[in-house]
Every structure is written in structure tokens, then in C-alpha cells.
């Protein structure tokens, strides 16, 4: 009798990697570029032997550095990200009553989500040893959803010189996040049908 309701669940889990070239922050900052410093010293993170890089000559200008220069100054790193996301959804509509101007119809539904991530960056990022890149560490946690929500449509006026119908349109949701709490947010709209092909409508709301 023109009632329709609907739910979806979905879930959803992504496990990938990310590669990238890092040049070594210790290789840079422990000498500060100077030539010919090394004198014995090893790296500060990594504890490997110093290595003078010839920083001005053609070759490291051109890019063609020593086995050696390459694997003082830069290095690869592996990261992974595994997210998994998992949500519930449903709701109800269709017509409630007959009123004068028309008929009160009606929707109202919940949402329900879980949101869960595990970031691991590559050993190079993980002990803050990337060179002109910010530092990060493990990212991990969750995090809860859950929404309730309703609106009407509310006929008001029909059939009036120069009103072919007024409908009053209100909705309210409730979420609430466990990370940081919940509020409500509400719309209310006018829809003022003059004529066949001239309306007026008004709304104010919150997001």
C-alpha cells in the first residue's frame, strides 16, 4: 500500500602496499654537505661508515654517483595500509495519512559503519631517517558510526488562487562518532507551487 523499505550491508577490506625512494637524512645532516669530513665517522642512524660524497664534481651533477655515494645517500622502503570498513543501512518510507491538501508521506532510516586502519610506513620513515620528508609513525585504530534519521513531507495548502499547493519539507539526523561524540542537524524548506511552471521554496538548515 505504497510502503517501501530497504537495508544493504557492506563490507568492504584493502591490503596494499606502497614503495618509495628516500634519501637518507643521516647521510645529509651529520655532514651538513661539507667535503672531505668523514675521517672515520660512521652515520648516526643507520651506524654505517661515512662516505665523502664529491658533491660538486660533474658526475654527481650529472647523477652518476659511485656504488659507494648511491648507497650512503639514498635508500627503498616498502609501507603497507590495510583498511577494512563495515556498514549497515536501512530505512522505511512511503504514506502515513490523507490530509486537506494532500497526502503526508514520510522516510526514516539508521546507519551503522566500523572503520578500522593499520598504516605501517617503511623502516626508513618509521625512524625518521628520510631526508626532507616529515617522519610518521604506525597508524592504527577504529572508529564507530551510528545515525538515526527521519523526514516529512507535510502538504499544507492546495488549490487557492494563485497557491496550487504548499508543502512544508522537515528532516533531523543523529550521528554519533565515538572518536569525538554526536549531534543533530535538521533541515525545515517551504516548496510554494504558484502555477504549473512557477515555484518558490525556502530553506534553512543545519550541517
Given at each position: 500500500n505504497g510502503w517501501a523499505w530497504d537495508t544493504t550491508f557492506a563490507y568492504s577490506k584493502s591490503d596494499g602496499d606502497y614503495w618509495s625512494e628516500q634519501i637518507f637524512d643521516d647521510s645529509i645532516s651529520d655532514n651538513n654537505w661539507a667535503l672531505g669530513s668523514c675521517q672515520g665517522t660512521t652515520s648516526s642512524v643507520r651506524g654505517v661508515p661515512c662516505v665523502d660524497v664529491r658533491w660538486f664534481s660533474e658526475d654527481v651533477m650529472n647523477g652518476d654517483l659511485t656504488p659507494e655515494e648511491r648507497a650512503f645517500l639514498f635508500?627503498?622502503?616498502?609501507?603497507?595500509?590495510?583498511?577494512?570498513?563495515?556498514?549497515?543501512?536501512?530505512?522505511?518510507?512511503?504514506?502515513?495519512?490523507e490530509l486537506p491538501a494532500g497526502t503526508l508521506s514520510m522516510a526514516a532510516g539508521f546507519h551503522y559503519r566500523e572503520d578500522e586502519i593499520d598504516d605501517l610506513p617503511g623502516e626508513i620513515t618509521l625512524a625518521g631517517n628520510a631526508w626532507g620528508s616529515s617522519s610518521a609513525g604506525n597508524t592504527k585504530g577504529d572508529d564507530k558510526t551510528t545515525a538515526l534519521f527521519a523526514e516529512f513531507d507535510v502538504p499544507i495548502f492546495a488549490d487557492y488562487p494563485g497557491v496550487k499547493d504548499v508543502t512544508l519539507n522537515a528532516s533531523a539526523r543523529w550521528t554519533d562518532v565515538d572518536s569525538y561524540g554526536d549531534d543533530t542537524t535538521w533541515k525545515v524548506g517551504i516548496n510554494w507551487q504558484i502555477t504549473d511552471s512557477v515555484r518558490v521554496r525556502a530553506n534553512k538548515g543545519t550541517s
Amino acid at each position: 500500500n505504497g510502503w517501501a523499505w530497504d537495508t544493504t550491508f557492506a563490507y568492504s577490506k584493502s591490503d596494499g602496499d606502497y614503495w618509495s625512494e628516500q634519501i637518507f637524512d643521516d647521510s645529509i645532516s651529520d655532514n651538513n654537505w661539507a667535503l672531505g669530513s668523514c675521517q672515520g665517522t660512521t652515520s648516526s642512524v643507520r651506524g654505517v661508515p661515512c662516505v665523502d660524497v664529491r658533491w660538486f664534481s660533474e658526475d654527481v651533477m650529472n647523477g652518476d654517483l659511485t656504488p659507494e655515494e648511491r648507497a650512503f645517500l639514498f635508500g627503498e622502503e616498502t609501507g603497507n595500509t590495510e583498511y577494512t570498513q563495515m556498514s549497515l543501512d536501512g530505512f522505511v518510507t512511503g504514506d502515513v495519512m490523507e490530509l486537506p491538501a494532500g497526502t503526508l508521506s514520510m522516510a526514516a532510516g539508521f546507519h551503522y559503519r566500523e572503520d578500522e586502519i593499520d598504516d605501517l610506513p617503511g623502516e626508513i620513515t618509521l625512524a625518521g631517517n628520510a631526508w626532507g620528508s616529515s617522519s610518521a609513525g604506525n597508524t592504527k585504530g577504529d572508529d564507530k558510526t551510528t545515525a538515526l534519521f527521519a523526514e516529512f513531507d507535510v502538504p499544507i495548502f492546495a488549490d487557492y488562487p494563485g497557491v496550487k499547493d504548499v508543502t512544508l519539507n522537515a528532516s533531523a539526523r543523529w550521528t554519533d562518532v565515538d572518536s569525538y561524540g554526536d549531534d543533530t542537524t535538521w533541515k525545515v524548506g517551504i516548496n510554494w507551487q504558484i502555477t504549473d511552471s512557477v515555484r518558490v521554496r525556502a530553506n534553512k538548515g543545519t550541517s
